[in-house]
Each structure stands twice: as structure tokens, then as C-alpha cells.
């Protein structure tokens, strides 16, 4: 019933339009016709790109790419032979040993040789980019 009323009005207000772009709008909607537009019109209100919408989609991507230097830097870690005084493993380590070791604080080493804190780390950061996710 909402979306008969919405694509009326909708119909409505493209009839007023000139007929170039009538013409242009039944070009590019035919395949969809109204439905088309009221698909448009069940979009969510948080859509819209809001201050607060655009800082959580960036920091959402930051989190991805930022998840995968902390992947990278764990699958290294099983390399003893790493030299990680070079560039760029030393750019990779000092980015992600501060945040690695907020965990290893917490979390003690199994046996005294298996690290299981990037576990949690990586548990973290899905969650918190879950809830940005989830704010847009």
C-alpha cells in the first residue's frame, strides 16, 4: 500500500519534469519500471551520509586494513629468521607490537612458547568494526 502511494506520487512528480528527461528516466528504468524507484524509496534513513556515517565508514575501513598488517605480522612471527630491524617488518612491528602487547599483558603465553593473545586482538578489532559496520 505504501509503496502504490510512493510510486504515485512519484509518477506524480516526474510528469512535471521536461519531456527530455522523462524520456532519459523510462530509458534507464525499464528494466525495473516503479518498483525500480520504490526500492530506492525503502532505504534506510541512515543512508544518508551523515558527519557520523562517513567517520564510521573510514574507521571501519581503517580497522580492515589494520587487521591485515596485524595478520601479516602474526603469520611472520612463526619465522624465527625475520630480520626485523629492516624496512618495512620494522614499520609493521612498531605498528602492531603496542597494540599486540595490550593483549599479551593480559593473556599469558601457553606453555611458554604458543601466543594466543592475537586471538583476542583480532576478536577486538571484529567486534568493534562489527558496531561501525552496524552504525551506517
Not at 2 to 25: V, Y
Not at 107 to 112: A, K, L, Q, R
Amino acid at each position: 500500500m505504501l509503496e502504490m502511494l510512493l510510486t504515485k506520487s512519484l509518477i506524480h512528480k516526474l510528469s512535471t519534469l521536461s519531456p527530455q528527461i522523462q524520456a532519459s528516466i523510462r530509458i534507464s528504468s525499464s528494466s525495473g519500471g516503479p518498483l525500480f524507484f520504490a526500492a530506492i524509496c525503502d532505504r534506510p534513513a541512515s543512508y544518508l551520509n551523515t558527519p557520523l556515517t562517513v567517520v564510521a565508514a573510514g574507521l571501519s575501513k581503517w580497522l580492515d586494513i589494520y587487521s591485515g598488517v596485524l595478520m601479516v605480522r602474526v603469520l611472520l612471527s612463526w619465522f624465527p629468521n625475520i630480520p626485523w630491524d629492516r624496512q618495512p617488518l620494522s614499520a609493521i612491528r612498531d605498528l602492531c607490537d603496542p597494540y599486540l602487547n595490550l593483549f599479551r599483558n593480559i593473556i599469558p603465553s601457553v606453555f611458554d612458547t604458543l601466543d594466543v593473545s592475537p586471538s583476542l586482538a583480532f576478536a577486538v578489532l571484529g567486534t568493534l568494526g562489527s558496531i561501525l559496520n552496524n552504525s551506517k
